[in-house]
T-cell receptor
Framework: NAGVTQTPKFQVLKTGQSMTLQCAQDMNHNSMYWYRQDPGMGLRLIYYSASEGTTDKGEVPNGYNVSRLNKREFSLRLESAAPSQTSVYFC???????????????FGPGTRLLVL | AQTVTQSQPEMSVQEAETVTLSCTYD???????LFWYKQPPSRQMILVIRQEAYKQQNATENRFSVNFQKAAKSFSLKISDSQLGDTAMYFC???????????FGTGTRLTIIP
């Protein structure tokens, strides 16, 4: 049981390049999330998906797109990377329903992205 | 909109001592959840403890406990018998019931001194 996995762990991009960050969870969770973490700030929500086939914007969605490929996988795409997108990106998942841990989010190990 | 404030950017304490990290939040919601997450140098976000706002009893998990004051909108984390492995960034987070979107504070960097 790996929990939440993310690939790659580290990536360097040039301004204007595109890339996709991959996330997968094996906990059968309905909800998945993408956050970014910048120095001196907490995590900020980029996009989330409450269920397969649905996605919604979070606090900082500009410059990003997401795809909920299936229940397990939720990808984040940068179409034209900018230096302001240099950050650490975290994927998370949570269980939907009436169980006691419904609201708890479980995080992946993060992807460190550097845009030059 | 919800806001979460952690007013202590950095703290340090001797090993085996007790330390308390502060968190305040602002919300108009009545039903919500509060969390403390730990982020060690590995950057992995690890859930430390959670509290449901409708529960009056403070949550505890081994050496970790919270002091939840709903009227004051305060949610502090107490670490007893601190250990070197507790060295990490600690984030307080808020989630309104049914919202499923976490709002994080800016974190407190805790260093345990041997």
């Amino acid at each position: 049981n790996a929990g939440v996995t993310q690939t790659p762990k580290f990536q360097v991009l040039k301004t204007g390049q595109s890339m996709t960050l991959q996330c997968a969870q094996d906990m059968n969770h309905n909800s998945m999330y993408w956050y970014r973490q910048d120095p001196g700030m907490g995590l900020r929500l980029i996009y989330y998906s409450a269920s397969e086939g649905t996605t919604d914007k979070g606090e900082v969605p500009n410059g990003y797109n997401v795809s909920r490929l299936n229940k397990r996988e939720f990808s984040l795409r940068l179409e034209s990377a900018a230096p302001s997108q240099t950050s650490v990106y975290f994927c998370a998942s949570s269980e939907a329903g009436t169980s006691g841990n419904r609201e708890t989010q479980y995080f992946g190990p993060g992807t460190r992205l550097l845009v030059l | 909109a919800q806001t979460v404030t952690q007013s202590q950017p950095e703290m340090s304490v001797q090993e085996a001592e007790t330390v308390t990290l502060s968190c305040t939040y602002d919300t108009s919601e009545n039903n919500y959840y509060l969390f403390w997450y730990k982020q060690p140098p590995s950057r992995q976000m690890i859930l430390v403890i959670r509290q449901e706002a409708y529960k009056q009893q403070n949550a505890t998990e081994n050496r970790f406990s919270v002091n939840f004051q709903k009227a004051a909108k305060s949610f502090s984390l107490k670490i007893s018998d601190s250990q070197l492995g507790d060295t990490a960034m600690y984030f307080c987070a808020f989630d309104a019931f049914g919202n499923e979107k976490l709002t994080f504070g800016t974190g407190t960097r805790l260093t345990i001194i041997p």
